[in-house]
């Protein structure tokens, strides 16, 4: 069973798989590393070459649990999250949620890991977050995976675009000032039912709603959030091995960024899971790592 739930960086509908695939994996102790002035939680699983993992909006390290056991086989998985995200209980107070600070967060994390060059993994925002850590030190890195990397794609790669706020904006801020008076659940309920139709927050079942509930004053932190587009220049900066992941189902603009993207990163490769939308690795998690590992393990 899976359940409704939002990426609100990247405009997308995204399925949270239910309490099973929170109890399918055995998870190992949550860590934290001191990093730029935060303690950065992590989980740290497995051995072999290191792969940091980084989550999307509106969730944390803990979404990555249904494919922590194929990954680890293989490779010592370490799945982040982010600053203000849980287990950090933010008030949505202050300028410290932004791409940019949560880049120079990972660039940090990677550095004091001191496991010499990592492979990088990052979904939705994470993705983009991901991106710009390849574009700043693509010393710290040998493969970079990019699961339908969220924002924008400038005039360089799209000439139709148009700056301004994302199509969303309206709706997260709206959504965000419910939740900075203290009514959590009525903001998020706001939100979701704005995007899925009356009554979807209500819809959730516990395990996904509780998600949300726990990441849900990152929303404050969004509204101010002013990211730059991907420009051309961007995606040919890159420089680390690529591997580009979507789901074959996938609507909105996601499958348009991924594949620009795919066409100007140079040494990058694109997989489609069939059947699958923007959580990817939940909906089809064997296949979903079989792509990674294979990647991974080549030259």
């Known amino acids: 069973m899976k359940a409704v739930a939002v990426h609100p960086d990247s405009g997308a509908i995204c399925l949270i798989t239910t309490t099973s695939s929170f109890r399918s994996a055995a998870i190992p102790s949550m860590q934290t590393l001191p990093v730029n002035g935060t303690d950065m939680a992590y989980l740290d699983i497995g051995r072999g070459p290191p792969l940091v993992c980084v989550h999307g909006s509106l969730c944390d390290f803990r979404i990555w649990s ?4 194929p990954l680890s086989r293989k490779h010592r998985v370490i799945a982040v999250s982010l600053r203000h995200f849980f287990p950090e ?3 949505g107070v202050g300028d410290t949620y932004s791409i940019a600070q949560h880049v120079s967060d990972v660039i940090a994390f990677i550095e004091k890991l001191n496991a010499g060059p990592a492979d990088l993994m990052g979904h939705s925002r994470g993705g983009h977050v991901s991106f710009r850590v390849a574009q700043r030190r693509p010393d710290l890195l040998r493969k970079l995976i990019l699961a339908e990397p969220g924002g924008e794609l400038d005039a360089s790669l799209d000439p139709a675009f148009k700056p301004g706020p994302s199509p969303l904006a309206a709706r997260i801020a709206a959504s965000a000032e419910i939740i900075a008076k203290g009514d959590i659940d ?4 706001v939100f979701m039912d704005a995007l899925e139709g ?4 209500k819809r959730l079942p516990a395990t996904p709603k509780q998600l949300l509930r726990d990441n849900a004053t990152t929303l404050i932190g969004q509204t101010r959030d002013r990211r730059p587009p991907f420009s051309k220049a961007d995606a040919e900066a890159i420089k680390t091995p690529t591997l580009f992941i979507g789901g074959a189902n996938t609507k909105g603009t996601l499958p348009q960024v991924l594949h620009t993207l795919a066409a100007h990163v140079p040494n990058s490769r ?7 939308t923007h959580p990817m690795f939940e909906q089809a998690p064997q296949k979903y790592c079989e792509i990674v590992l294979k990647f991974l393990a080549g030259a």
């Open 198 to 201: 009356p009554g979807a927050w």
């Open 66 to 69: 249904c494919v922590l056991g």
């Open 89 to 91: 209980h933010w008030d």
């Open 186 to 189: 009525g903001g998020l309920a």
């Open 270 to 276: 694109t997989e489609m899971i069939p059947g699958a």
